[in-house]
Structures are given as C-alpha cells and as structure tokens.
C-alpha cells in the first residue's frame, strides 16, 4: 500500500511557542491531504482538508489561525500549531488521497503527539 | 454527513471468524461505505470499501445490506494482531463533502488466544 510519513512522531515544547507537523506521500502524488486530531480515548476528528495550490478548507469550529495548513506540493502538506497551550496537547493524524475518483482511499499517516506544557 | 452506529466492542477469539456490524439507515445513494481500523498510538488502516456488491480482499470482506442501511465487515480468521478499534464510515462522493471521513466512536475488538 502507499506509504505516507510524518515528522516529527512527537513533540514538547513550551505554551506560547508555535510547533509544525509534515506529512508526506513518499510514494504517490496526493491531490488531497486531510489532518485530524484525537484526544485520548476519542475518536479522530477532522480537522481541515487542503488542496495542493490552494487553501485549506477547514471544519466548523477548527479556528484557521491558530493551525495553519500550507500544501505546497502534491507530496508535501504542514499543520503549524500556533501559539500552543496545554489543550492543544492532542495526537494529529494526516491522511493523503492519490486522485479523486470513487476508488481511491486514503492513506493515513503514523500520527504525531504533540505536548504542551 | 451520514452517521453510523456500530457496537462498542466485541469479542473473539483467535482464528475464528468475526463479524462487525454497522447500521447505516440515513445513507445516501452516493455514499459509499468504507471501514478502517486503528491500532494504539497508530494512525488508521484501511480495510476496505463498497458502494452495493459484497466486496472482498486480502484482509476482509464487506457484506452490504440489499437496503444498504447495513453491512457487515467479516474477516475470516481473527489473529492477535487484529485487535483495533474498527470504524465503518460513510463517505460522500459528491457534494461539499467530497472525499472526507468522519470518524464516529468505532468498535474495539478484542482478540483472546
């Protein structure tokens, strides 16, 4: 199956500071990436949808400026969590899609934990 | 979006057959059911997926309800390492929608040797 990586796997940093995730489709040219969030125990959460050339559409009650999403290429998507706090503590899972037809799935990446302290 | 039900957990033991169900009454005709599942600390897997005819794979087969308000996923012989939560999600294949998931609570499946 297609293979799509994130970096880094986890991260610490202090409140107040801004933090950036990759995630790339080492394998395949994703037209479309997807980042989610999950809390512990809950399920995943879709967070915003990004195009490759475009901006990211986000889900209600994802604020846009405080996780930018930038898609430069069609291997390339990053989540910058900005200013983070404690509650922004939470495991971001991106997803790639190759193309857009009915038979394409999405392929998720490893996830990234991210801490706040 | 469309919503699934689907059982908290289940159980079984290993090399059995399990089947997993999911209740989709409000689906729409372009919805196309897709299952993944998700190990701790793991991103999620895909599994499998179908619009109307069973479907079936190296890892799984899906049986749609005629209806399509249900289906079921089986996998055949369970192993150790299919202990996850499974998650049955509709995706829309149209509209403002397109191509997302919408994960809903899953079914944790536990395994015992």
């Known amino acids: 199956g297609a293979v799509v990586s994130q970096h880094p796997s986890w991260v610490i940093c202090k409140s107040g500071t801004s933090v950036k995730i990759e995630c790339r489709s080492l394998d395949f040219q994703a037209t479309t990436m997807f980042w989610y969030r999950q809390f512990p125990k809950q399920s995943l959460m879709l967070m915003a949808t990004s195009n490759e050339g475009s901006k990211a559409t986000y889900e209600q009650g994802v604020e846009k400026d405080k996780f930018l999403i930038n898609h430069a290429s069609l291997t390339l998507s990053t989540l910058t969590v900005t200013s983070a706090h404690p509650e922004d503590s939470s495991f971001y899972i991106c997803?790639?899609?190759?193309?857009?037809?009915?038979?394409?799935?999405?392929?998720f990446g490893p996830g990234t934990r991210l801490t706040v302290l | 979006d469309a919503k699934t039900t689907q059982p908290n957990s289940m159980e079984s033991n290993e090399e059995e057959p399990v089947h997993l169900p999911c209740n989709h009454s409000?689906?729409?005709?372009?919805?196309?059911i897709h299952w993944y599942r998700q190990l701790p600390s793991q991103g999620p897997e895909y599994v499998i997926h179908?619009?109307?005819s069973n479907v079936n794979n190296r890892m799984a087969s899906l049986a749609i309800a005629e209806d399509r308000k249900s289906s079921t996923l089986i996998l055949h012989r369970a192993t150790l390492r299919d202990a996850a939560v499974y998650y049955c999600i509709l995706r829309a294949d149209r509209g403002s929608t397109l191509g997302r998931l919408y994960f809903g609570r899953g079914t944790q499946l536990t395994v015992w040797p």
């Open positions: 997803s790639a899609r190759r193309g857009e037809t009915t038979t394409d799935t999405q392929y």
């Open positions: 179908g619009l109307t």
């Open positions: 409000t689906i729409s005709g372009t919805d196309y």
